[in-house]
């Protein structure tokens, strides 16, 4: 099953990821989805095994280092969610910004899973370096830190998108966004970083 | 359609085939676009073996087609779960069409190119100088095919660019490296003539050699060895 953009679904008239009582949301963003990935379990194993098989693409030809990094670069994407999400959420709620917890959760989600569809596609790029070349683990490797800066990049529009559906202050979201992204952006690195060295 | 106006119609305005995208288009197209593809490559791959005779002719023009064929087959799940994660959808009809007109019309480009190669060939043109116009030549000749398969991607979604960029990236990396796989192309003159040469070292390797070489550094005595599959079936 598609993202949701490829679902035919008409962006400019999606539905708000959080409707906020009161508030009058701005148009949304033509490249804002709705939120509905507890309803679709495919995509999510879609973008696991994604990563997955992004790993073992790279390490095709028995090279131990390349395989390893198949569950290293899944434990760092899950260690971020775990250890960066929650200063998300708070920081989010103390600054008294609008849009819900659910909907920076979705945000998050969203991107994570994006990335994963995108490691899911690249995959047989990899098999076929990695078959004809040793360039498998370091093409590998490349790939999980671009996949990783397009994530960040990902989270970083889409919460300053929840946070204009919800009628917040784009400025401040995206200086506290930009934040939060550089802080998961160092946290993955160092897991990374733990998972294959 | 005709092939003569096909071929046409992929010269003058290659986004209308590619536009033409359903399953039914896909079907129909596909064979002649594949033959102007693989046609024109081939003529190419005979004018580069041209100077080692025409046994390397015969090779080369087997080879080149599939040097057009492999990468694009290899990186268009990228492109299009790429273009998916940046929000806008791609239907695998449309790419597949896309990739062909890119293809066909590269390939025909080629074909018109291989006189302009084969001249300097012909009057035995020194070695690295034929392989760096052959280089030069077969990118030339790409390049509109990555501009009908970028087109094809619908505009729409911040992070488009991301992913147009991210694949020509993996497009560039596989090809050079499909291309070092299917060498020889350009014989070297004491060489042996050879179909395909073992699986062994990369394009990466074989360039900083060559480029230690061209500055005068000698002292590295790089050699070719087994890598990737064929590394561990020699290990």
């Known amino acids: 099953m598609p993202l949701s953009e490829s679902e035919g679904v008409p962006a400019a008239v999606a539905p708000p990821l959080v409707p906020t009582p009161g508030a009058t949301p701005s148009p949304p963003h033509p490249d804002l989805s709705p939120p509905d990935f507890h309803a679709r379990p ?29 569950p290293a670069g899944l434990a760092a994407a899950v260690g971020v969610i775990l250890l960066a999400t929650p200063a998300l959420v708070v920081g989010h709620q103390y600054l008294r910004m609008r849009a819900s917890p659910g909907a920076l959760l979705s945000a998050v989600a969203d991107a994570f899973t994006r990335g994963g569809v995108v490691a899911l596609g690249v995959s047989p790029a990899v098999v ?35 946070e204009r559906l919800a009628g917040g202050s784009t400025e401040g979201a995206g200086t506290f966004a930009l934040l939060w992204t550089g802080l998961g952006g160092l946290i993955g690195l160092r897991l990374l970083f733990f998972f294959t060295f | ?32 676009l594949l033959v102007l593809a693989v046609g024109g490559a081939a003529v190419l791959g005979l004018a580069v073996g041209a100077s080692a005779g025409p046994l390397q002719s ?11 064929l492999v990468p694009p087959l290899v990186v268009l799940p990228l492109v ?29 480009l080629a074909a018109a190119a291989a006189p302009v190669l084969w001249l300097p060939f012909s009057l035995d043109a020194e070695y690295h100088l034929a392989v760096l116009a052959f280089v030069a030549t077969f990118g030339l000749v790409a390049l509109p095919a990555l501009a009908t398969l970028s087109r094809a991607v619908p505009t729409g979604g911040r992070l488009r660019w991301v992913a147009v960029l991210g694949t020509l990236a993996m497009l560039g990396l596989v090809t050079a490296q499909t291309g070092w796989l299917l060498r020889p192309f350009v014989a070297r003159p004491a060489g042996v003539v050879a179909f395909l040469r073992p699986v062994e070292s990369d394009i990466f390797s074989a360039i900083g050699a060559t480029t230690r070489s061209a500055t005068g550094d000698y002292d590295d005595d790089w050699q070719p060895r087994g890598s990737g599959l064929n590394r561990t079936v020699r290990e």
């Open chain 1, 128 to 162: 076929w370096l990695s078959a004809t070349s040793d360039l498998g683990p370091t093409v590998g490797a490349l790939v999980l830190f671009a996949l990783g800066a397009f994530v960040l990049l990902r989270t970083l529009l889409n919460l300053v998108d929840v």
């Open chain 2, 58 to 68: 015969v090779y080369a023009a087997v080879k080149l087609p599939a040097l057009f």
């Open chain 1, 42 to 70: 495919w995509v999510h194993a879609r973008a696991v095994g994604g990563i997955a098989a992004l790993g073992l693409a790279a390490g095709v030809a028995g090279q131990a280092e390349a395989l390893a990094r198949a």
């Open chain 2, 80 to 108: 299009h779960t790429f273009a998916e994660a940046c929000g806008v959808s791609v239907p695998w009809s449309r790419l597949g069409i896309a990739t062909l007109a890119g293809l066909a019309r590269s390939g025909l």
């Open chain 2, 1 to 32: 359609m005709h092939l003569l106006t096909l071929t046409t119609q992929v010269l003058r305005d290659p986004d209308a085939v590619a536009g033409s995208g359903d399953d039914h288009a896909l079907a129909r197209l596909a064979p002649p």
